[in-house]
């Protein structure tokens, strides 16, 4: 069974502050893609990672794919309090174009 | 570009009946996937539809079943409730092995 540990499962942080989330397996992914998910709501796509090592930026939203494609960080610099969030990692298998393995979430809090 | 629409958004439901969720597709999609999400979890995914014809299962049991119709609507269906069946049931269309755009979900409670 693939499995993906994300870490912390809760954060909360003063504004101004960094802060890295991590999404770790250790089963290999084809691609890798980080939601955003509000209260009553479905989540949405922030970005997606498909090479090992692949770095994608997103305004203060630093996204790596790790060298293997088993793990990949979610960076925030500068934590402002329209960040707060539930933030979810989902890998694709490499055997299945059909669903997408979840992350339990990281529940993100930013304080003004 | 329309987005994707669940109905109903909210349901009370009791042990033992049977409850049917709706989901319409964005427009260019032809691929709807279903997932289940437990307070606090992460999405489990159910099942997935392309062309009709179901495409992929998770780990669910067959009381959990679906449709897809011409038009790249689907509905997902739960016969004989459990309480544990009581989640956010997430709808999403993609085109296939594209990225997956959500609906903003259905939330079953179940008596």
């Known amino acids: 069974t693939q499995l993906l540990e994300q870490s912390p499962q809760f954060l909360s942080i003063q504004e101004g502050e960094n802060l890295t989330v991590y999404c770790n397996s250790s089963s290999v992914f084809s691609s890798l893609q980080w939601y955003r998910q509000e209260p009553g709501e479905g989540p949405v796509l922030l970005v997606t990672v498909v090479t090992g090592g692949e770095v994608k930026k997103l305004k203060r939203l630093t996204f790596q794919f790790g060298d293997a494609r088993k793990d990949s960080s979610l960076h925030i610099t500068a934590a402002q309090p329209g960040d707060t969030g539930l933030y979810l990692c989902a890998g694709s298998p490499r055997d299945s174009n059909y669903q997408l393995i979840w992350g339990a979430g990281t529940k993100l809090i930013i304080k003004p | 570009e329309t987005g994707v629409t669940q109905s109903p958004t909210h349901l009370i439901k009791t042990r033992g009946q049977q409850v049917t969720l709706r989901c319409s597709s964005q427009?260019?999609?032809?691929?709807v996937s279903w997932y289940q999400q437990a307070l606090g979890q992460g999405p489990q995914f159910i099942f997935q539809?392309?062309?009709?014809?179901?495409?992929g299962r998770g780990n669910f049991p067959p009381r959990f079943s679906g449709l897809q119709f011409p038009n790249y609507s689907s509905e997902l269906n739960v016969n004989a409730l459990e309480l544990d069946d009581s989640a956010l049931y997430l709808c999403?269309?993609?085109?296939?092995?594209?990225?997956?755009?959500f609906g903003s979900g259905t939330r079953l409670t179940v008596v």
């Open positions: 999403a269309s993609s085109r296939l092995g594209g990225g997956y755009t």
């Open positions: 427009s260019g999609h032809n691929t």
């Open positions: 539809y392309y062309r009709e014809e179901e495409n």
